[in-house]
């Protein structure tokens, strides 16, 4: 099986269209982790610390 990178022209410039469309799919990729991470990680630390902090007030004082 032939290695396909090799067959690239390290000289030549690819066309703006498929650039644009590479951009765009990186910072698309690039949206849904910082989404991800906004709802899986930071949300529920978020929520945690809320929830501890309220604890904290509603408790008794010692």
């Known amino acids: 099986m032939?290695?396909?990178f090799k067959k690239i022209l390290h000289n030549e410039d690819v066309p703006k269209v498929?650039?644009?469309?590479?951009?765009n799919d990186i910072?698309?990729?690039k949206l849904s982790?910082?989404?991800a991470d906004l709802f899986v990680?930071?949300?529920p630390e978020t929520a945690g610390s809320l929830l501890t902090?309220?604890?904290k007030k509603d408790?008794?004082?010692k």
């Open 27 to 29: 910072s698309l990729i």
């Open 33 to 35: 982790i910082d989404m």
């Open 53 to 55: 902090i309220n604890e």
């Open 18 to 23: 498929l650039r644009d469309k590479v951009i």
């Open 2 to 4: 032939e290695n396909p």
């Open 41 to 43: 990680v930071k949300y």
């Open 59 to 61: 408790s008794p004082k």
